[in-house]
């Protein structure tokens, strides 16, 4: 699996991405700083976390008009699978590759801590290698993570079964505590409808070795090498 990372002034877990991948697939990613307009051929574009141009304006409202995006964007639409971790959720929203917003957080604070988390769907490449409704655990740390759409977009999101990860408690249950961020039916991670773009708040990088305290978000990316070497 050949992976490229897309870097913007404000990354700061494009190395985080660049180690977890290289674990995964043996090989480095290509890092692509953010003013290029074209990319190498690659079967996996990733968009990191961060705070892209400082979080101003609106987070990843800037960076969805970086030179790269376009072609982001691009090869997104012709079926290259595209992993947007945080602020990278956030650019992919406001590139309208995935719908919704991220809004700031219900308590109007930022949050780091280690979240539980319900796996909604397995049938994606991101997905594969976990289990229906399997509780995981993965680092988040946002100030922007709340996710709203309106009433239409969530139905059409759980019918078309496009919510990939739901924040919970350690039994996989809900409630006002299960949900770091006050985010509409606990999403923490949705699917595009071709199902080749995912966005999540949570960081599955930050838990892909057993040194950095859990491998939980190892299986994304070996689920990806697996499904795209098949």
């Not at 947007?84 to 959720?89: A, Q, V």
């Not at 969530?154 to 985010?183: H, V």
Request: charge should be neutral.
């Amino acid at each position: 699996m050949r992976a490229a990372v897309i870097v913007f002034p404000g990354s700061n877990c494009d190395r985080d991405i660049q180690v977890a991948l290289r674990r995964a697939a043996g090989a480095p990613p290509v890092m692509v700083w953010h003013k290029e307009t074209s990319l190498p051929a690659v079967d996996l574009i990733v968009l990191p976390g961060g705070f892209s141009y400082g979080d101003y304006l609106r987070c990843g409202a800037m960076a969805a008009h970086s030179p790269v995006v376009a072609e982001v964007a691009a090869r997104a639409r012709k079926g290259v699978p595209v992993l947007g971790i945080c602020n990278g959720f956030q650019v992919l929203t406001e590139t309208g590759l995935l719908p919704g917003v991220l809004m700031r957080n219900a308590q109007l604070r930022f949050v780091c801590r280690t979240q539980h988390l319900s796996v909604e769907t397995t049938q994606s490449l991101f997905t594969g290698l976990y289990r229906p409704g399997e509780v995981i655990a993965m680092p988040i740390a946002h100030m922007d993570g709340s996710y709203f759409a309106d009433d239409d977009t969530l139905r059409s999101l759980r019918d078309e079964d496009r919510i990939a990860f739901r924040y919970c408690d350690a039994r996989g249950e809900g409630g006002a505590d299960a949900n770091p961020n006050g985010s509409r039916d606990r999403i923490a991670g949705i699917l595009n409808g071709r199902r080749n773009v995912l966005g999540l708040m949570p960081h599955p990088e930050r838990h892909a070795d057993a040194l950095l305290g859990g491998v939980d978000g190892a299986a994304l990316f070996e689920g990806l090498v697996r499904a795209l070497a098949a």
